[in-house]
């Protein structure tokens, strides 16, 4: 598929993304689904889960501000989705800084999200391997993961993508890089969690793997764009938001070399 294919019908379907997310990233994440053209949800009650969950078209789960609540709603929902043949993503942030972090990350993985998306060293430690992260900012290579992400995907059966300079997609099988983007981007808090709720709206219209291409080539797109505006990060996240909703569906494919 062509990714010009899937960010038209992102826009006229506006499909619903429930975003389980960290305090940080809540307010950009939304901006960013809605900036796109699809429909954001912060809901984390354990409550509301068995009620909300199936009425959405994908769920995003996110561990940065982890508590022992939220972590019984990712695991409701995450079991919910599947039920319901609901695509979702994990993002593992930050999990190998404490045994606590790491066992819901793994639990998490254990039910098999369909697409997987990290820094390098989060990849790394995901799979078992040593990493030289700090905190939720890698340490390590795109490329030094790749082995990782391969393993992971064939091991659970999802799609990878691993974030950086160049980003990196596979199913196990298949593998795609993405590039552009700015290096002002890891200066703006978020926009890595952000990127995440972006691929559950791509995959709701698309396949895990094309979603995550769609989500990161959006992200380069607009990236580049925004950095030729700004004057620091400031003013880049609002030039952002901006060139996501100005990106037009023939503009992916330009960033993507499989």
């Not at 509301?48 to 009425?55: L, M």
């Not at 190998?96 to 369909?114: C, E, H, I, T």
């Not at 160049?166 to 196990?172: K, M, N, P, S, W």
């Not at 700015?182 to 219209?205: E, H, K, N, R």
Request: aromatic letters at 4%.
């Amino acid at each position: 598929m062509s990714l010009s294919d899937l960010l038209t019908p992102l826009r006229a379907q506006s499909p619903l993304v429930h975003c389980i997310t960290n305090y940080v990233a809540m307010n950009i994440s939304a901006n960013v689904v809605l900036a796109a053209g699809a429909s954001p949800a912060m809901l984390h009650a354990a409550e509301e889960i068995s009620d909300f969950t199936p009425i959405c078209n994908a769920l995003m789960i996110n561990l940065g501000t982890l508590s022992a609540p939220w972590v019984s709603s990712m695991t409701s929902a995450a079991e919910t989705a599947n039920a319901h043949s609901i695509p979702w993503v994990l993002d593992p942030v930050a999990h190998f800084v404490s045994g606590y972090r790491k066992s819901v990350a793994q639990d998490l993985l254990a039910s098999r999200p369909s697409i997987i998306r990290g820094n390098a060293s989060e990849i790394l430690a995901l799979a078992g391997q040593a990493g030289a992260g700090k905190g939720a900012d890698s340490g390590d290579s795109v490329m030094a993961a790749e082995g990782a992400a391969h393993t992971l995907a064939k091991t659970f059966d999802s799609v990878v993508a691993v974030t950086g300079p160049v980003d990196l997609v596979t199913d196990g099988t298949r593998s795609a890089h993405v590039t552009g983007g700015s290096d002002i981007m890891p200066l703006v808090t978020a926009l890595g969690c952000s990127q995440s709720a972006l691929m559950g709206a791509y995959a709701a219209v698309g396949s895990p793997f094309d979603a995550a291409l769609g989500a990161l080539a959006h992200f380069k797109v607009a990236g580049s764009a925004a950095a030729a505006k700004a004057q620091g990060p400031g003013s880049f996240q609002m030039h952002f938001i901006d060139a996501l909703a100005a990106t037009q569906p023939d503009d992916l494919n330009a960033v993507v070399n499989e």
